[in-house]
């Protein structure tokens, strides 16, 4: 019989959720509480119907997310903010969500798993936001073209694909930036380019990006905000069933972006 209360305090303490800064809306930790112990363990990128249908159909009981229940910011509980919070509270199934803790934890955060699953091997930080890098990067020798065909494979597994700027012809990676979700920005724009970085690896971003990626000589692979933060809630399930012996799944909800 494990509660919800032993096994936030275990993941807070793994984040290192406390000492992280993070948007106002991230609210990282217990975003909803239940009354029964915990029996299985569901996790999924963001909160939704879908989601929570799939959480329900499966009889699980605590959801773990990234993008928790408060990003739109304070807000009256009607429409699908109720049925939402309805269906949670009806099935007794508690909410976890860590967003920043979760992209940067070095074994089991999104950055340093899509470095793995892309087959780089990081070596350093990258994507400042206040104390801490978000991100990751390292050095390689790989043609860019095949670094892409890597992504977008990741990328169709989780209902996505790719979009790339300019791949100058023979062109090879030899520094590259990971900084999943909404990645590109002007500070990691200014980061890459003054850390020598040719490749920068991204969920999304904004039109100007690319433009600005292309006159500057970097290339920006942008691999889908939802694809790239699959894996840190995958593992972070599978951590929690493992280490309070319970069963887990995924909700692969994709939301196309
Ligand atoms: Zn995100």
């Excluded at 999924?44 to 499966?58: E, L």
């Excluded at 100007?208 to 593992?235: K, M, N, Q, S």
């Amino acid at each position: 019989m494990t509660d919800l209360a032993t096994i936030a305090g275990h993941l807070d303490a793994l984040l290192g959720t406390a000492a992280i800064p993070d948007y106002p809306g991230a609210v990282n930790g217990v975003q909803l509480a239940n009354r029964g112990a915990i029996r299985r363990v569901a996790a999924s990128v963001d909160i939704s119907k879908r989601v929570i249908d799939g959480a329900i159909a499966a009889a699980a009981n605590l959801l773990i997310v990234h993008h928790g229940m408060f990003w739109g910011g304070a807000q009256p509980i009607v429409g699908p903010v109720y049925e939402r919070i309805r269906m949670l509270v009806t099935h007794d199934i508690a909410v976890y969500s860590s967003h920043l803790p979760l992209d940067a934890h070095p074994s089991l955060g999104n950055n340093v798993l899509l470095a793995h699953t892309l087959g780089l091997e990081p070596v350093g930080g990258f994507a400042r936001y206040k104390t801490i890098d978000v991100g990751v990067r390292g050095e390689t020798d790989l043609e860019t073209t095949e670094l892409c065909n890597r992504a977008e494979a990741f990328a169709r597994r989780h209902g996505g694909g790719v979009r790339v700027t300019t791949i100058p012809p023979g062109h090879r990676t030899r520094r590259w930036g990971i900084c999943t979700g909404a990645g590109a920005d002007l500070e990691t724009l200014r980061e890459a380019l003054g850390s020598g970085i040719d490749t920068l690896i991204v969920g999304e971003g904004p039109h100007w990006t690319a433009i600005d990626a292309d006159e500057a000589g970097l290339t920006i692979i942008y691999a889908g905000h939802y694809a790239t933060e699959t894996l840190g809630v995958r593992a972070l399930a599978e951590h929690v069933a493992t280490t309070f012996d319970l069963p887990w799944l995924f909700v692969d909800a994709p939301t196309g972006l």
